[in-house]
């Protein structure tokens, strides 16, 4: 009785360590910060993440979230991160300028024609060696989601030529990038965390701004937005992170699995997110905005204007890295 007592207690022991084949972990809680709503493609992208982890550590590991900007804006859940008071975040790429400002090729204007170029770039060495360089900065990079095109509305006018831009403040993200770009259009650019945006459109602190379409839906701008137009101006990657003080205490074992639930919840959010963007932009119309598209003429005005901002970020970020990821795009295109 007692050898069998003890293999029971032997092998109880084992099973709580016990995740995915001969994986352990241990019982930890990881808490995740990001600036959008659940119900966005990134929020959804974040429950599948948790729900990964904690499938593939046997319910060891919890991935407690904190959606909505609930713990402060990007650059604070950034730091926060690199505290290690935050565990993992996910942001818009660009945004890590501060820590390298070669990110900041990522948020070129125009550079990338669609959502499957720029995977080819950030999932292969490029985007690896990015993210291998904010490591001694106190971040791991585990990867890239996405939040696509961005497009502008505002509460005066649509968008139809580069004119309407003139006057119109516009509320940006905290990237020196974003801010010269629509001060080069004409726009009065207003750098601002995502949490504080909704109040001051509707306070009429800022007559518009840009994001994706799901995100707009997400944040309920169509309540405080009239206009909408379909500028496309910057594609965004968004880099998945973990604190290196929170990646140094896991074990092999445990870096597997957070690995692991990365890439497969990549992959959820990236076909997420492209399948909401047309039906995001019917919800907004139905809520009363009214969507225009540019015409062509117009568009290759906008990047003709734009040429100056995206030679000076590339000169001032890299460009090497510039000249490299143009290389990979023209072999994509060909």
Not at 200 to 214: F, I, R, W
Not at 310 to 324: M, N, Q, W
Request: net charge neutral; aromatic share 8%; no cysteine.
């Amino acid at each position: 009785m007692k050898t069998f007592k003890t293999l029971f207690a032997a092998a109880a022991m084992t099973a709580a360590a016990l995740t995915v084949g001969s994986v352990q972990a241990q019982e930890r809680t990881l808490r995740f910060a990001y600036q959008n709503i659940a119900d966005t493609p990134q929020g959804r992208g974040a429950a599948k993440f948790a729900e990964l982890v904690k499938q593939k550590s046997g319910g060891k590991i919890d991935v407690r979230l904190f959606p909505g900007g609930a713990l402060g804006g990007d650059l604070q859940t950034v730091s926060a991160l690199q505290g290690g008071t935050i565990d993992v975040t996910v942001l818009n790429a660009g945004l890590l300028v501060g820590l390298d400002k070669q990110f900041a090729l990522l948020d070129l204007p125009f550079l990338f024609n669609t959502p499957e170029e720029a995977d080819k770039i950030v999932d292969g060495p490029i985007g690896t060696k990015l993210l291998k360089g904010i490591e001694d900065k106190g971040l791991v990079g585990l990867g890239y989601w996405e939040l696509g095109f961005r497009n502008v509305t505002n509460s005066r006018r649509p968008i139809t030529k580069i004119e309407d831009f003139k006057g119109l403040k516009l509320r940006v993200l905290q990237s020196p990038l974003f801010i010269d770009l629509f001060n080069t259009l004409g726009a009065n650019a207003v750098p601002m965390p995502f949490p504080e945006l909704y109040a001051a459109l509707e306070q009429k602190v800022v007559d518009g701004q840009e994001n994706p379409y799901p995100t707009i839906v997400g944040a309920k701008l169509n309540e405080v937005q009239k206009f909408v137009s379909a500028t496309k101006h910057i594609y965004n990657a968004q880099s998945l992170l973990i604190s290196k003080k929170t990646w140094d205490a896991m074990s092999a074992d445990e870096r597997k699995i957070i690995e692991a639930a990365a890439t497969e919840a990549r992959d959820f959010q990236r076909k997420n997110s492209r399948d909401s963007q047309d039906g995001a932009l019917e919800t907004l119309k139905k809520g009363g905005m009214t969507a225009n598209e540019l015409a062509p003429a117009e568009m290759t005005r906008i990047r003709e204007a734009v040429k100056p901002v995206v030679e000076k970020f590339a000169k001032d970020s890299g460009e090497a890295l510039y000249t490299e990821i143009q290389t990979e795009l023209d072999k994509l295109r060909k």
